[in-house]
């Protein structure tokens, strides 16, 4: 899938929050590159932490929030 059509996708799970997106795909690439499973088909040797978390995001299976 496109780059411009994951973000549109995971960015309608994060209210169009850009700043947020961002974070969670930060957030969750670092826990990949530590050793946490992907929650999605997706080799984590083969892509990158940031694609595979993008992906995680658009497909609806991590949910993100705000923490104060």
Request: include cysteine; hydrophobic fraction near 45%; aromatic fraction near 2%.
């Amino acid at each position: 899938m496109r780059l411009e059509v994951l973000v549109a996708e995971a960015l309608k799970y994060v209210d169009n929050d850009r700043y947020l997106l961002a974070k969670a795909i930060g957030k969750r690439a670092n826990e990949l590159s530590s050793g946490s499973a992907p929650l999605v088909d997706m080799d984590i040797k083969k892509s990158k932490a940031t694609d595979i978390a993008l992906c995680e995001i658009a497909e609806g299976k991590l949910s993100v929030s705000i923490d104060n």
